[in-house]
C-alpha cells in the first residue's frame, strides 16, 4: 500500500517568515494530495489540495507543489502569522483506492 | 462547520465497558471514513464505508466495529474498553466511493476511559 512520509516534526518560524513541509509517496498511482490543518482539540480542517495533472495551485498566503517524477509534495506559507500556529497534515490518495494515507503531521509554531 | 455531525462530543466511561459513537455525513456524502487520534499523535485510519458497505480497514482491533445505516449515518462501536482506547475519535465523509475527493472531518468524540 501507499507510505506517506512528512518532515520536519516540528518547525518553529519567526512571524512574517515563510514555512515549508515536506511529504513523500510511494504508489505512483496516488493522484490526489490535500493539506489539513489542526488546532489543538478541533477536527482537522482542509486547507488546501492539488491533483496531480498540476504541478503547483496557491491560494493567498498557501501554496502546494507537487512534483509527480520525485513523489514528493510540498506545502509552503508565507508571512507566517501566529494562527497559522497548528499541526498539519499532508495525505495521498487515489482513484481506485479505499482509504487515505497522511503523514505522521508537522507541529508549526509562529514565533510572534 | 464541515456539515460532519458527531455526538456525543464527550465520553467518559470506565475500563471494560462498550461505547456508541455516532456519525452523521455532510448531506449527500456517501462515504463514511474513522480515525483514531491519540494524544499528540497523528490520525489512524480504522474503516470506511461506503452506501453502507464496508470498503476498507485499516488498525482497526477486533473489539471494535463499525456499520453504517440506510440513511448513511455511521455508527462506531468499541468494546472491553481499555485504558489505551482513550482517545479523540473522528469521522469524516466525502461525496462518493473513490478517495480522490475533498475529506471533511466532524469536531470528534473525546472518549475517555477511566
Known amino acids: 500500500g501507499e507510505n506517506v512520509e512528512q518532515h520536519p516534526s516540528t518547525l518553529s518560524v519567526q512571524e512574517g517568515d515563510s514555512a515549508v513541509i515536506k511529504c513523500t509517496y510511494s504508489d505512483s498511482a496516488s493522484n490526489y494530495f490535500p493539506w489539513y490543518k489542526q488546532e489543538l482539540g478541533k477536527r482537522p480542517q482542509l486547507i488546501i489540495d492539488i491533483r496531480s495533472n498540476v504541478g503547483e495551485k496557491k491560494d493567498q498566503r498557501i501554496a502546494v507543489t507537487l512534483n509527480k517524477t520525485a513523489k514528493h509534495f510540498s506545502l509552503h506559507i508565507t508571512e507566517t502569522q501566529p494562527e497559522d500556529s497548528a499541526v498539519y497534515f499532508c495525505a495521498a490518495s487515489s482513484y481506485t483506492g479505499n482509504q487515505f494515507y497522511f503523514g505522521t503531521g508537522t507541529s508549526l509554531t509562529v514565533i510572534p | 462547520d464541515s456539515g460532519v455531525t458527531q455526538t456525543p462530543k464527550h465520553l467518559i466511561t470506565a475500563t471494560g465497558q462498550r461505547v456508541t459513537l455516532r456519525c452523521s455525513p455532510r448531506?449527500?456524502?456517501?462515504?463514511v471514513y474513522w480515525y483514531q487520534q491519540s494524544l499528540d499523535q497523528g490520525l489512524q485510519f480504522l474503516i470506511h464505508y461506503y452506501n453502507g458497505e464496508e470498503r476498507a480497514k485499516g488498525n482497526i482491533l477486533e473489539r471494535f466495529s463499525a456499520q453504517q445505516f440506510p440513511d448513511l449515518h455511521s455508527e462506531l462501536n468499541l468494546s472491553s474498553l481499555e485504558l489505551g482506547d482513550s482517545a479523540l475519535y473522528f469521522c469524516?465523509?466525502?461525496?462518493?466511493?473513490?478517495?480522490?475527493?475533498?475529506?471533511?472531518f466532524g469536531s470528534g468524540t473525546q472518549l475517555s476511559v477511566l
Open positions: 448531506s449527500g456524502d456517501l462515504s
Open positions: 469524516a465523509s466525502s461525496p462518493r466511493q473513490a478517495t480522490n475527493e475533498k475529506l471533511f
